[in-house]
């Protein structure tokens, strides 16, 4: 068995602390980590040391990846899974990192012509199924300089992860023993219909129109505003905000 083999199982099973200095300038940058009381935060170092060991990063297109910043990747997408521990981060193992939006193509059929087109997209962020996690690093910047206005793009891409652990995406990750499958889904669909609607019909929204595109979107979008601005996702959705605070733990945000 080769030697540097060993190595890499063994700091699978057991990872490398963080340096004490690494881990208090990212809590400096990182309001939502700041906010977590002690437990937590304890709970979240842990995890950000299980992610840094299973994960492996890639800058693409220039980007500059520091230390401090795989870091603060790793805090943001460790506070979703604090619930759930290691397990939630399985399934999965390389992040892209590009230096701002990035480019994929998409094909579209017309379900009334039956014409397929293709186009490229511009993104901040996609999850892959059985595959990498992709991030625009000036995003994710610009989260953690305004933590509080509704949106974060690490947060939006581990939900997706999170709904990606049974199967493909449909907004119902693996649920704890203490929610209830059936009323997940009861609340969810309800509030998804009432936006698809809303959206429809051009009405202004409390959750951004986006979480209008499908299930997983909608489970995303409004687990964005848990963690950023839950008193927001209250007024829109209480039954889902409760939901979401049972599955992820209280929201460190500002209420």
């Known amino acids: 068995m080769p030697d540097s083999w060993w190595r890499r199982f063994r700091a699978y099973l057991t990872p490398p602390p963080l340096p004490d200095p690494l881990w208090r300038e990212a809590m400096d940058a990182c309001p939502l980590a700041q906010r977590l009381d002690r437990p937590r935060q304890n709970a979240l170092r842990e995890l950000v040391c299980v992610f840094l060991a299973r994960k492996r990063f890639h800058a693409l297109a220039g980007a500059e990846l520091t230390p401090l910043h795989q870091t603060l990747i790793a805090m943001q997408a460790s506070l979703p899974a604090m619930r759930q521990g290691p397990r939630a981060l399985r399934g999965w193992r390389e992040i892209l990192v590009y230096p701002g939006e990035f480019k994929v193509r998409r094909s579209h059929h017309d379900d009334h012509s039956g014409v397929v087109t293709e ?3 511009a993104l901040i962020g996609e999850a892959w199924e059985r595959g990498p996690l992709v991030l625009s690093l000036a995003d ?3 989260d953690l300089e305004q933590p509080w206005d509704g949106f974060n793009v690490v947060v939006h891409e581990i939900a997706h992860k999170l709904d990606m652990l049974d199967g493909s995406p449909d907004g119902v ?5 203490h929610i209830q499958r059936r009323q997940w889904i009861v ?4 509030a998804f219909d009432h936006l698809s609607n809303d959206v429809a019909r051009g009405r202004d929204t409390l959750i951004d129109s986006y979480a209008a595109e499908s299930a997983d979107e ?3 979008v409004v687990s964005e505003l848990h963690w950023s601005q839950p008193s927001v996702l209250r007024r829109a959705d209480a039954a889902v905000a409760e939901l979401l605070t049972a599955y992820y733990g209280p929201s460190p945000a500002p209420h």
């Open 187 to 190: 609340a969810f669909q309800r």
């Open 218 to 220: 909608f489970f995303a």
């Open 119 to 121: 186009g490229d997209e």
């Open 173 to 177: 990750p693996l649920l704890p023993p």
């Open 140 to 142: 994710v910047q610009l």
